[in-house]
Each structure stands twice: as C-alpha cells, then as structure tokens.
C-alpha cells in the first residue's frame, strides 16, 4: 500500500478529531456566557420586584398619612360638637364627622389589603433571591469545571496540533493541498473510504476501474460525484470490522418483533 495512504488516513483521524475538541472548546465560552445571562435575568427580575414592593410600600404610607388627616378630621369634628349654637350646625357637623368616618373605615380596609399585598410581595421577593443565591453557587461550580474541561482541551489540542504538523510533513505537497482544499470545502471531511463499492461520504457507487485501483492500493483517487480523496477500506481491517458491526448493531435496533397472530374463538349459538 502506497505510504501516503496510510499516512493521509491518519492526517484525518487526526483531522476529525481536532474538530470534535475545537466544536467543544467553542461551546465553553458560549455556555459561560448562557450562564451570565441568566443571572442577569434573574437579578434584574428581582430588582423588578424590589421595586414594585417599594412603590407599594410608599403608598401604603400615603394613604396612612391621609388616614391620620382623617381621625385627626374626626376628633375635630366631635370637638365641633360642644360649640355648635344651631340645629343646622350640628346637623352639618354630624353629616361630616358620619362621611369622614366612612371615608377613613374605606381607607383602613385599603392598607390592610395593600400590606397583605406588600407581604406576599416580599415573600416572593425572598423566594426569587434564595433562587437567585443557589442560581450563583451552581453557576460557579459549572463555570469552574467548564474553565479546568478548557484548559485540558486547550493542552490537548496543543499536542494533537503538534502531531498534525509532524504528519503533513509526510504527505507529498501536492496531495496535502488537494486534501486541504477538499476538506475546507467538504466540512472537515477529505480522505473518505469506499465500502461496498460506495463512497461512504456521498453514497455514490465508485466505477469499477477506479474501485480496482483503490483496491491496489497504489494511487489516490477521487469520487467523482463528491470529490473527496477514496481509499478501499480493506486496507484498515479494523476500521472494515468496526463499520460491518456498527451496520449489524443498526439493523438490530431497526429489526421489530412480529406480533403473534390473534387466535379467533367461534361464537356459540
């Protein structure tokens, strides 16, 4: 088998692999910053609720204000009372002293409701911030095993791209160009295998003349429907051995029992 062969299935193992921990690294930043988000989220619902509670909480105290106007009103109008000369007077004075009282029994009864609601208000206010303290501690655990997965695959990478760099320089130039433009093109994917006379990128049949040579192992050729680089994948009988199982495996799961026939039982009559 010709060296470049073996040497370009490992540059894509390689390859593959590289993609994998770089897809990995990418999502870290970003499920770091979900995290923020939604802390923020939260801190700005309970600033929120904070608010309103204080909204509230201040016209509670105006309306208390306005209930204390209205006793002392009261206490007014009654001393009214021992000074008034006529009926006309005292019937006036009465009228006042019965509207004020209604006015402020109506008052009352609308602070009680609004302190009902300031409490319910600051329960839940205090059920959002112990949410919100959990929220934070979670947040940091995660964030700190994001940042130490980071950093291995970081070292990782490092290494892996060390061991690319040793590979290329065992690929002719020509070769290592045409597999590198392929593989920007084809998603990360070049050096493809031909399995049952398929691509196993495009499915395609491989024509007979070129499956011949691929079998040889002499050249590397291309699918002519994709374009990616063809090896026969009888030359790494464990990566053969690997797919005739993963196929096995499928068609297992796929496979569904028969129901049993239903027996019918005669009606007597």
């Known amino acids: 088998m010709n060296p470049q062969i073996a040497a370009l299935h490992q540059l894509q193992k390689q390859d593959r692999q590289l ?36 909204q509230t909480r201040g016209f509670q ?10 006793e002392e009103l009261i206490r007014n ?60 501690s979670q947040a940091e655990e995660e964030k700190g095993r994001l940042l130490e997965t980071q950093g291995k695959i970081a070292a990782r990478l490092e290494k892996l791209r060390g061991r690319r760099t040793k590979l290329t320089s065992q690929i002719v130039p020509d ?18 295998a031909v399995r049952e006379r398929r691509c196993s990128a495009c499915k395609m049949v491989v024509p007979h003349q ?20 063809l090896y026969w994948i009888g030359h790494f009988p464990e990566e053969k051995d690997a797919a005739v199982a993963a196929e096995q495996a499928k068609k ?15 009606k007597k009559v």
């Open 210 to 229: 070129i499956y011949v040579h691929l079998r040889q192992g002499d050249d590397i050729l291309a699918c002519e429907s994709c374009g990616r680089l």
């Open 77 to 136: 109008s009654k001393a009214k009372l021992n000074q008034v000369k006529t009926s006309r007077e005292l019937t006036a004075t009465q009228r006042e002293i019965e509207t004020t009282r209604r006015l402020s029994a109506s008052r009352a009864e609308e602070i009680e409701k609004i302190k009902a609601g300031v409490a319910e208000a600051e329960q839940r206010i205090a059920a959002m911030n112990d949410s919100l303290v959990g929220l934070q």
């Open 61 to 70: 105290r105006a309306q208390e204000m306005q209930l204390e106007d209205e």
């Open 175 to 192: 070769t290592l160009s045409a597999y590198e433009r392929i593989r920007r093109k084809g998603g990360g994917l070049a050096f493809v």
């Open 252 to 266: 297992k799961g796929e496979a569904k029992p028969k129901e049993a026939p239903t027996k019918r039982v005669a």
């Open 19 to 54: 993609g994998r921990l770089e897809r990995k690294l990418d999502l870290i930043p970003r499920r770091i910053k979900e995290l923020d988000e939604d802390l923020d989220k939260l801190r700005a619902m309970l600033d929120t609720e904070r608010e309103k509670c204080e």
